[in-house]
């Protein structure tokens, strides 16, 4: 029952039901990474279930891709797919140009890929992710392991020119030693408290030798999906 779900996860399962809505049948379709989009691949599931939809699906994680086969939804890859109609994720955090951070589950270099190479990208979160600003949650940034102490010197000099509120930065742990990316790599978090142009900022540290990818996406998402508590969803459209 979802009235026994804690306020949080019911506003997520309230964004990922609404944005099932645009979903069509014969789509190929992103499948992101997190609580949020764990939501949606199930209720998508469901779905398929019931009404008989034809989804080919592209997951952005080996977590998701898990997960998506364990319900079975029919998967291929991007390179197989070449092209999606749509892409579902959800976000750390999100400000009013719908400019997004990712990346808290580690997935964010595929989750790009994924979303920029889509018609469209949906997502879907909580109040909670809407902020004025982003930088309260802490930017994650991939990075080549090879030289990685190197590469992280030169990204906290960069951030000595960039209008940050923080510049706090720590290597991302898992159970055993450096938390490391399905892709082989390793992630820096950036506690930057407050993150003035965020754009810019994706763009000089991806000119950086040993940054694989940012947390930012910037220009990337059409709309947002914000899921209530009570049931009620608002989706708010990128300006043009």
């Not at 209720?43 to 034809?54: H, I, Q, S, T």
């Not at 979160?125 to 991939?142: H, R, W, Y």
């Not at 990204?155 to 991302?172: C, Q, T, Y």
């Not at 990316?181 to 965020?198: F, N, S």
Request: include cysteine; charge should be negative.
């Amino acid at each position: 029952m979802t009235d026994d779900l804690p306020a949080a996860e019911r506003g997520k399962r309230t964004a990922a039901a609404r944005a099932l809505e645009f979903v069509s049948d014969g789509m190929k379709l992103g499948l992101g990474t997190g609580s949020t989009a764990r939501w949606f691949v199930d209720l998508l599931a469901e779905r398929m279930r019931a009404e008989g939809l034809r989804i080919t699906g592209v997951p952005t994680s080996s977590r998701t891709r898990a997960q998506a086969e364990a319900l079975g939804i029919p998967l291929t890859t991007l390179d197989q797919a070449g092209w999606l109609d749509l892409t579902i994720d959800g976000a750390d955090e999100f400000d009013a140009r719908l400019n997004l951070i990712k990346g808290g589950g580690g997935a964010l270099l595929q989750e790009k890929i994924v979303a920029t190479a889509c018609d469209r990208m949906v997502v879907i979160t909580d109040l909670s992710k809407q902020v004025a600003t982003l930088g309260a949650f802490p930017l994650p940034v991939e990075l080549v392991r090879f030289g990685a102490a190197a590469t992280r010197r030169l990204i906290g000099e960069l951030l000595e020119r960039h209008d940050v509120a923080g510049r706090d930065m720590i290597l991302r742990q898992g159970e055993d030693g450096p938390y490391i990316t399905d892709e082989g790599h390793y992630i820096v978090d950036l506690d930057l408290g407050r993150i003035g142009d965020p754009a810019l900022l994706n763009t000089d540290l991806n000119a950086i030798p040993g940054v694989v990818e940012t947390g930012l996406f910037t220009g990337i998402a059409s709309a947002v999906v914000v899921g209530n508590p009570d049931g009620t969803a608002r989706v708010i459209e990128r300006e043009l």
